[in-house]
Every structure is written in structure tokens, then in C-alpha cells.
């Protein structure tokens, strides 16, 4: 009976020591989580890159919503965009949207990259450069009515 006794009081033991280290880990994700906090020079930077928007004639969204997809240092659009997956990616866009054997190059409107363009100009400067490279490699033209 003694046994079973300290058995129970050790599982008891073990229970109350875990939940208090679950506890304070959590307690110290809670102090360090930095998630969805703007800066102010993503605000800034998502109104700039919203006047180039629509300097280029292109649909703006919200302020809140650039600066929540672009932060303060343009995201995954600024990093290495001339790398060959990045520019495969874009070409993969460029295409008729046929799947297998029917996929086809396309002559893309002339809009296809002015908001990537937009974007590398405001957030990252030192890669536009390359993106613009790359688009006047492609044949563009006036394809989509307004």
C-alpha cells in the first residue's frame, strides 16, 4: 500500500513540476512575441509604394495591408529577385495557363510587372536594376482593354 502511495504522490509530483514549466514558457512567449507590429517605416514606406501604385495607373490597396504584406523591407519580393527560381516563377506566370503538353509563353500586357517594378523601386532599389533587366527581355505589349 505504501507503494502505491508514493507512486501516486511522485506522478503528483511530476504533474505539478510540468505544469509549471508550461506555465512560464508560455508566460515568456507571451512577453516575447513581436508578431503584427508596424513600424513606422513600414507605414511610410506603404504610402509611398501606394502613390507609386497609383502614379502607374494600378488598383492601390490599404496602406494597412501593404505594410502587412511588405513590412519595412518588401518581404520575399526583395530577396534575390534575379535568382533563376524567382525569374522561373515569373515566367511561370507569363504563360496562357494551359497545364502540361498546352502551356504556352504569352505576350504579357504591358501592366504584368509595373507593380512588381513599384515595389522593388520603393523597398529595394539595389535589385531594380535586375528586375527591370529581366522585363525588357520579354515581349510586352497592350493586350488587356480598359
Known amino acids: 500500500m505504501s507503494d502505491d502511495r508514493n507512486g501516486h504522490q511522485s506522478h503528483l509530483t511530476l504533474y505539478i513540476v510540468s505544469g509549471l514549466v508550461f506555465l512560464l514558457l508560455a508566460f515568456a512567449g507571451i512577453l516575447t512575441y513581436r508578431g503584427a507590429q508596424k513600424s513606422q517605416e513600414a507605414d511610410a514606406k506603404a504610402a509611398q509604394l501606394s502613390l507609386e501604385l497609383s502614379k502607374a495607373g494600378l488598383r492601390v490597396p490599404t496602406t494597412d495591408a501593404i505594410a502587412g504584406v511588405l513590412g519595412d523591407d518588401g518581404g520575399a519580393v ?15 506566370m507569363l504563360t496562357n495557363g494551359a497545364a502540361g503538353p498546352g502551356l504556352r509563353p504569352i505576350v504579357a500586357d504591358n501592366n504584368a ?4 517594378l513599384a515595389i522593388m523601386k520603393v523597398y529595394c532599389p539595389q535589385h531594380l536594376e535586375t528586375l527591370q533587366q529581366v522585363a525588357n527581355e520579354l515581349k510586352l505589349a497592350k493586350t488587356v482593354r480598359e
Open 78 to 92: 526583395c530577396q534575390d529577385p534575379g535568382n533563376a527560381l524567382r525569374r522561373a516563377t515569373l515566367y511561370g
Open 113 to 116: 510587372l509595373r507593380g512588381q
